[in-house]
């Protein structure tokens, strides 16, 4: 385990644990550096036939560290982010990948879902994407993933109002595969990660990126990190993370975009 990420290969998974219960599986640049190796890794390893993400605790993942991105707003750190690259290299991906989502899944903890094959969900999942909310923009080609799996009305107001999307939801919108039971969620996965090692590698391959437009995903990742890095900087964006950092709502409406 580096920076609470347990990396574990066996039987031909790849299974990557986020270990951070406390901070709600927050992910740190550190955290997001070890995902994204351990991605590359994969890519040139054939004993790796599947990856599967999961989290400790009551929530999949909470999203980005705000201390991060607070610091980035300040200007007190490079906007070249860890989380950027991570978004990058799992799009990227070309073997199957599988996910175990309980609680909250918020921001990249929801995005990242759409660049995952088979998604199995606790019935308490929640998927959230506050980016708005954030003075943020969309990421990791969600701004159009997302809207295509779901359609435009009921992504907007995921990335507007920040309104969630229960496991039920999700499942009904074609954004999961099962909702289960928390106590049976890491074997119900695991087991789907366990029956993809038996499928032709090949095959599973070009059926993958056959399913993806891939330079459409790379383009629409490369704007909006444009965007993104464009609005960490605004007034807009670092009120949004003083009031987030002093537990009061935000006032957007005296300052200019």
């Known amino acids: 385990m580096t920076e ?6 066996a039987a031909g998974v790849m299974t990557l644990t986020l270990q951070r219960p406390e901070k709600k599986n927050a992910l740190t640049g550190a955290m997001y550096n070890v995902m ?36 980035q707003a300040r200007g007190e750190s490079a906007v070249d982010s860890p989380a950027h690259t991570f978004i990058e290299t799992i799009s990227k991906v070309g073997k199957p990948i599988v996910a175990a989502v309980q609680g909250n899944a918020v921001g990249v903890g929801t995005t990242m879902l759409l660049h995952c094959d088979l998604v199995y969900l606790a019935e308490n999942a929640r998927l959230i994407t506050p980016f708005v909310n954030l003075a943020l923009v969309p990421e990791a080609a969600s701004s159009w993933l997302l809207p295509l799996r779901i359609g435009h009305a009921r992504a907007y107001a995921m990335f507007a109002l920040g309104e ?3 496991a039920q939801g999700a499942l009904a919108s074609g954004l999961a595969n099962a909702v289960v039971p928390q106590p049976d969620l890491r074997k119900r996965a695991h087991d789907a990660a366990v029956a993809l090692t038996r499928r032709p590698a090949g095959s599973l391959g070009m059926t993958k ?16 990190g444009v965007l993104f890095k464009e609005r960490l900087t ?19 409406t005296k300052l200019s975009a």
């Open 4 to 9: 609470h990420v347990k990396v574990e290969i």
């Open 36 to 71: 994204s190796a351990a991605l590359k890794q994969v890519e040139a390893d054939a004993s790796v036939r599947v990856i599967l993400f999961q989290g400790d605790g009551d929530s999949f993942t909470a999203g980005n560290d705000l201390a991060d991105f607070a610091s």
């Open 164 to 166: 969630p999307m229960d």
């Open 209 to 224: 990126k056959l399913m993806r437009e891939q330079q459409k995903i790379a383009a629409q990742i490369a704007e909006e």
């Open 234 to 252: 605004t007034p807009e964006a670092r009120e949004a993370f003083a009031a987030f950092a002093e537990r009061r709502q935000p006032d957007f």
